[in-house]
């Protein structure tokens, strides 16, 4: 099983941005669709965006589309999240997370509950207004 780690969050102003890492130890890490979510203490867990094996494909929420970028290196077992414009609306834990269906098709990460077959323990980022 894929074993996630996340790292690069923290608190920045409104409008700021971070860059989250998503290290990843194991073989098939290459061959893995990977999302990111979010969690809040009075929310539930949300889809963020994600990326295929290949990072042919990516996906967004609405609330992130056109500030965020996740990209992948498979060279180096990475995924990274670019998070621009931060708003205070985007404090939260971010989470990696592996398809449980491996190379699985986006969508699996983006339906409720989503496809998920392993967590990693989560960065938390808090955004001043």
């Given amino acids: 099983q894929v074993q996630l780690v996340e790292s690069g969050g923290g608190l920045v102003q409104a409008g700021g941005s971070l860059r989250l890492s998503c290290a990843a130890s194991g073989r098939t890490f290459s061959s893995?669709?990977?999302?990111?979510?979010?969690?809040?203490?009075?929310?539930?867990?949300?889809?963020?965006?994600?990326i295929t094996w290949n990072?042919?494909?990516?996906?967004?929420?609405?609330?992130?589309?056109?500030r965020f970028t996740i990209s992948r290196d498979n060279t180096k077992n990475m995924v990274y999240l670019q998070m621009n414009s931060l708003k205070p609306?985007?404090?939260?834990?971010?989470?990696?997370?592996?398809?449980?269906?491996?190379?699985?098709?986006l969508s699996g990460l983006i339906t409720t509950p989503p496809r998920v077959g392993s967590w990693g323990q989560g960065t938390p980022v808090t955004v001043s207004s």
Avoid at 55 to 66: E, L, M, Q
Avoid at 89 to 105: F, I, L, N, P
Wanted: include cysteine; hydrophobic fraction near 35%.
């Fill in 89 to 105: 609306e985007d404090t939260a834990v971010y989470y990696c997370a592996t398809h449980r269906d491996y190379s699985g098709s």
């Fill in 55 to 66: 990072a042919a494909s990516t996906a967004y929420a609405d609330s992130v589309k056109g």
């Fill in 32 to 50: 893995i669709t990977i999302g990111w979510f979010r969690q809040t203490p009075t929310k539930e867990r949300e889809f963020v965006a994600a």
